[in-house]
């Protein structure tokens, strides 16, 4: 049991050791996406397979910078949401609170997430991340310049953010990662895509 | 992505939230790099004040407003064609530091008188081991690919 009184299960540790498996990851994904009939984790999980093939599991991910750590999945997600979370932006000292820009419609493909995603970051100057709400929908989210700040309960997952210049991956997106109890997430700078993991 | 919970503890800290305005890990403004830290704290540090202005110049000069080709004044509006320098180093003995936050519109490249200087400088504070990126992506030899 962790500090927050949450206990981590074998399906927990099992969930992320796949996490480090090239491929078979992504393959995990397709089938929880399936499971839960949720589309975007099946895109997201045929995503990293396509990504591990070509990159032999290791190109354009950046790895090691957080080494350990074990996910416990939605239940460290609900201990940090309980508090309210602050997701700092890449370009400011102003953090507003989330606002929904656009629900992602079921079906949606995620080549046309990421160009409204880019879209609206290069219009606006601001963060925006791409999350799934506490109602399940998959939503388009912006904050200020300072960054997102995400109240109690209302998201589940934080899918990935945006850098408005090309700024890389820092380690507080690492950080991120672990704070939010995910494994991954992609962050788009300027015209790049990273998917960073831990 | 910096990242604090705001719980009652911090609920009154006098917070600033720092851009990703640092690529390079070997500056000594890396610690600030993406980072929300208390202002107090960022006052007392020895480099706080300087990282403050930085930030500040990086968020203006990166803002929608202030696209502006530094070659030709005119507005960027592609983002394809949109180049930010960003803070290449903080050290202002650096030749380096002089490219800090420039703007450039790809199409006007051919005008720009300083750029095969610039490729110099920047290939020469990567050989000179003052740079080192935190993942795959490299920063600094980016921008050199994308001007040369």
């Not at chain 1, 999350?131 to 589940?156: D, M, P, T, Y």
Request: hydrophobic content about 40%; aromatic content about 10%; proline content about 3%.
């Amino acid at each position: 049991m962790d500090d927050s009184g949450f206990s981590i299960t074998a399906e927990d540790v099992a969930d992320t050791v796949l996490d480090f498996v090239p491929i078979a990851g992504g393959v995990k994904d397709i089938y929880k996406g399936i499971r839960d009939g949720d589309g975007w984790q099946v895109a997201m999980g045929a995503g990293f397979v396509v990504l591990d093939v070509f990159t032999l599991g290791s190109a354009s991910l950046v790895k090691g910078a957080v080494k350990t750590g074990v996910k416990v999945g939605g239940k460290a997600l609900a201990r940090n949401a309980a508090r309210g979370v602050n997701v700092a932006s890449s370009t400011g000292g102003r953090v507003l609170p989330m606002t929904v820009q656009k629900i992602i419609p079921q079906g949606s493909k995620i080549s046309d997430i990421v160009n409204d995603v880019k879209g609206m970051t290069w219009m606006t100057g601001n963060e925006h991340a791409v999350v799934r709400l506490a109602n399940g929908q998959k939503a388009i989210v912006s904050g200020g310049s300072g960054g997102i700040s995400f109240k109690h309960g209302q998201i589940r997952t934080l899918f990935g953010h945006t850098h408005p210049t090309s700024a890389p991956p820092s380690l507080g997106d690492y950080n991120a990662l672990r704070q939010l109890g995910q494994s991954r997430q992609y962050v788009l700078h300027g015209g790049q895509v990273s998917l960073i993991r831990h | 992505m910096a990242i604090h919970f705001a719980n009652n503890t911090n609920e009154n800290q006098d917070l600033y939230s720092f851009p990703a305005f640092v690529p390079n890990m070997k500056d000594v403004l890396y610690e600030f790099n993406d980072q929300t830290l208390d202002l107090g704290y960022i006052k007392k540090h020895k480099y706080g004040e300087k990282a403050l202005q930085l930030a500040e110049k990086a968020i203006n000069a990166s803002s929608p407003a202030n696209r502006i080709c530094s070659l030709s004044g005119d507005f960027v509006k592609n983002p394809q064609d949109y180049i930010f320098m960003g803070l290449l180093t903080s050290d202002e003995e650096e030749e380096l530091y002089f490219y800090n936050f420039l703007t450039l519109d790809r199409n006007n490249l051919d005008k720009w008188i300083e750029r095969k200087h610039f490729v110099r400088v920047a290939e020469e504070f990567i050989a000179s081991d003052k740079w080192k990126d935190l993942g795959e992506f490299k920063y600094l030899q980016d921008l050199i690919d994308q001007v040369s």
